[in-house]
């Protein structure tokens, strides 16, 4: 595996979907920095599961240990590992699938690379589970952001066949990010929202899972983060949204769209607002040559439809080197994508103070 | 800058588009492995300016000198590096972006970055230019890869509004990539090629730009390459795709179109084929929780049109802080899509080498 | 900070002297071996504070949480997690030292680094007991090395200026390593044991404290491991052994002696026994060219005398700007250099598998 | 091989003894800093060959062409690319060594690792000559530091058996490097300097060679530069020194003579100076816990006796596998001690400024 990331942020994930426990160590983080415990646990119980009729029945109260880090009560330069316990776990309705992969899944790939001993239970380390702790490490990224007046929000834009509205590429901050929030399902449109929900509930009653869309912004940012040309916002920002599960496809600005545009169509004008140069328009989503604008950083995930649905699938027996059916029981979200948005912003959030070399104190 | 690049394959890429030269060092290719010069030249001629109509006319014959890691015609186990030379520069053509940020363009936020002192002259660092060090590294994993079994094609998958076909994700191989290659440009559908040749001369005649998306397949690779969360098949290829200037969006087997399908739909059966485990669609693109299964692996990217458009675009002086008018004069391409083929090709095989832990040598 | 280590073994180590547990992360290790945990128990405890009376008098069990990478009682591929509680902890020894920084300590420098948020309780992140993580990260891979026929064994080479004899360059192995274990001191000649234990007695009695010298020896090797320039063996096992507090010298093979020698008596003559390539003597210390040759790799680490001692020292008031005395009281060894002893193992055996890249699993 | 290093700063360095050409790619310097070429030419000549009857006969005027990475002649933030040509080499002089493995070389140690497909020619790239392109780096960072107000500098501390003084560890500073580097050999006590070009002549005049050690010291450093666990000061200075072929020891300040102190005698009390922490003496060598305390940086690197020698050695055939007689021709040092001084200087140099974030510009 290759669980670490991170450049001026050094970031270390660790755990399985049944292991004793999950987490991250954090380093590089500013010390001096006092972690808003509250606000932090709210941020993570987005992402939770059980916490509404769409997602999974699994019940985990998430709860972040602060194992090292701190010290009166602010970071203390040392790195920050948080570790979460899983209580609900149910390792037996799992031992199927290591023979028998699901398709979709990541259980033959892991079966072909960790010579079948890989823990198969929950899908291990492939689970969908390991983006609490990216969570928890991104939720402080977060907060040390908005110290430094930057803001990052995230929407559903799109699940299954139903489209939300877009942030304004030019304008997106804060209250839009906060407006989207109290929505049931984080989206600008509750009307779309409520469409959303239908799908998912279908999808549901029907054994079967849709995916969708997340749109993500970036607001407050300075103008020059960014190390083209590997480390690139781009780049660097598809290198950690990659390591959520399902996440398929990520596109900046306007992305595919501005595949099909003309120059003259897809040129940002430079403007100046107040003595601070800005773009009249954002199809560039806040990035030019890998470096941030200062404009608002726009970029939108694919996610796909959670491979673990109830109809029976074909796939093969490993052992008896034949094909077989299968049908997957247990516990699954038929849309993973409400789950995924805090994800989306706890990613973005690292991948933006991974660019921000600052001072190794506040 | 963060021109450092890779894992078990290590690239490092210097040059500005009107330095004395450009060029890679590559570290960790096995040692005894002869590059075959013709075929590397003949690779290069397909990225290299000024060969068709439809390119920028400046030329460059793009000759790779080998500065080192060769010893008796073979890789020695030393770095190799390879150094371009630029001839055609003409550095005078620039002096007034810095000054004057080109629209869509990297002289703003190169200026803000480096305080004024970036090379503007062709973009610098920036140019496209610097993906020609990037083909010659790629070039050679190319070679390296096909003599492990593996083939890496691409080809034009749209140009402004006009779509082609699509690889056979089942299917493709070099057989296919072959057959794209004969065509005037890089397309499985001829008449498709003709049309986009037509979009690219009428934006040129119209002094405009027009984007496109390509599509890369990768045939022949074992299961288990990748290593997730951070470099997993598609984190990798993405770290390197976004590299190459003008992309901005990557989708990886079904990508943003999976978005909008049920599980049921996009889930990939799996079956056996003369004992070897396949799957009988590749919705997944050949990547399962970022390990390769044996399939093709499939990604899309999505190039932005050129931004040096001839019309009078809107822009500013930094240095009298205030609005105005920009001409961009000098050598441009009308479409940068048919020369970022090779480079996509390039970047993959990069990508898949980089995640292959192979002997030091042969 | 920078916690994080390696190139094919990822680790990261954390925790403070203070804080609820200290741990690591070790990624990278093969999947399927089943770790000792009674042999890795037993490592542990050679390093573990309040063994002897030659020791500190702060007691801790050490014991290893596994929290994550184990599946069925093997390693799963997913990172090996492994934490340590902190039970005798007394935070309230050490508020005086993050104003008044103890003379030979970390104290002033973490100031200035952190701004004053250090954890400075029991010495924060530069604690000796930082060394226990390491040491269970580093038992792990001699674990693992073992099971590849490779030892490693370490003894004092001095303490004050009492010597050890060495290690037979050519021939030492996992009988040399374990006879020294057996001793109450791990030294060869136990006279010489004797007589270290009287110089840490008496200084413990004055209130002073002494330093030494440990060397390592690491058998079985294949020859072929490192990676020159710059991850060849010397600068790998550098870099680790460097982190463990105290030491400030390293040196291989013959090291600084060589210096005063001429070529000819400083070659090692090559030869074969029985069909493979050996040197006859082996003053290169198994490393040339940064590259194992397959004969002992051996060298020698320089830990200095603890510097907290009981005698009233110089130092300065960091808020009053003046000069003070300062009287260190709490609990501390007057010798390290035993406890180290598996440190130094622990960073070889780790140095060593991150050098040797291998299968993902058994 | 592993010819990157740094997190700050990024090296390559690429190049045999007989390439074409050899060089370094150097990333992250500060945009707009101009390099006096005149220093950079002057600093080289220190190390390049042939320039006294004490070394070794092969003339090289190691003249830098800079191929990227200036632009209106200043570093312009892209990658700093310099090559050096080889000009004198004769690559037929060492054909032999493939086989028959020179005592104390790389020889034999390549052939394992790279399969018999090293360039043997000259050491390949464990020549010694790949020290002209970490000077050109290194000399590049020394003028950025001496723009900053920190000078580095060394002598040789020893050559065979005669010793030179030591750089006073309190006060030393950039007028003792000066006047170090106006002696024949760069050393404070000149009847040292004369003993020691004796000593060299001498093993010349018997075709055999001699080692010795460097002190290097860096005075003007700000304190709270190096990031513990794994990347302080010691770290970071020893993972590069030992790129330097023929270093086999490094230690900091007191070093190993502290490992026979008591801590009474090597603690170094806190004192104030003019506002400043100072120490009133430096054992600790300008480091504690990794990070620089502000006093002088202090460091000593043994360097083994050049292995090739006239002697008649044994050595094996590998293709016979049997044993056999060598005898080494060609033109080599009898120490090369006084040419690795700078090469110390340099290395130093880039540890430091990778060890220091800065702006991306001036």
């Known amino acids: 595996m290759s669980s670490f990331w991170g450049v001026n942020i050094r970031l270390s994930v660790f755990g399985q979907s049944h292991s004793e426990a999950i987490g991250a160590v954090v380093d590089g983080l500013p010390a ?19 916490r509404s009729g769409l997602a999974t029945p699994r019940r985990e109260d998430d709860e ?11 970071l203390c330069g040392a790195p920050l590992c948080m570790i979460i316990r899983n209580r609900d776990a149910r390792p037996g309705d799992y031992s199927e699938f290591a023979d028998a992969p699901r398709p979709g899944h990541a259980d033959y790939t892991a079966a072909v690379k960790y010579g079948g001993f890989q823990d198969s239970s929950g899908g291990g380390h492939f689970s969908g589970r390991l983006t609490a702790p990216l969570c928890a490490a991104g939720g402080v ?6 110290d430094r007046g930057v803001s990052v929000g995230a929407h559903i834009q799109s699940i299954a066949d139903v489209a939300d509205g877009r942030f304004d590429p030019v304008k997106a901050g804060a209250p839009d990010f906060e407006r989207v929030r109290q929505n049931p399902l ?28 997340i749109e993500c912004a970036v607001a407050g940012l300075p103008a020059g983060l960014g190390d083209p040309m590997f ?17 398929k496809g990520i596109e ?29 328009t954002n199809n560039h989503g806040g990035i030019l040559g890998g470096i941030t604008t200062g404009m608002p950083l726009i970029f939108r995930a694919a996610v796909k439809p959670t491979p673990s649905i109830r109809a029976a699938q074909k796939t093969v027996s490993l052992s008896m080197k034949k094909e077989r059916e299968l049908t997957v029981k247990g516990r699954h979200d038929p849309c993973i ?20 070399p600052a001072p190794n104190h506040k």
């Open 186 to 213: 984080p989206v600008i449109d509750t009307a779309a929202g409520a469409a959303m929900a239908e799908r998912i509930e279908r999808a549901r009653a029907e054994g079967d899972s849709v995916g969708g869309v």
């Open 32 to 50: 001096g920095f006092r972690i808003d415990i509250e606000k932090l646990r709210s941020f993570m119980r987005r992402r939770a599961p059980g």
């Open 252 to 280: 900046f600005g306007n992305g595919f769209e501005s595949a099909g545009l003309r120059g003259s169509e897809n040129n940002d004008p430079f403007a100046y607002d107040g003595g601070r140069v800005v773009t009249s």
């Open 141 to 146: 990224c977060l907060q040390i952001l908005e």
């Open 64 to 74: 972040i240990e602060f194992v090292s880090g701190i010290s009166q009560g602010a």
């Open 231 to 247: 480390d690139g916002m781009e780049n660097r920002i598809a290198s950690i949204v990659f390591a959520i599960p399902a996440v």
């Open 337 to 356: 994508v409400p789950r995924a948005v805090p994800c989306i912003e706890a990613a973005a959030a690292l991948a933006v103070l991974d660019a921000w």
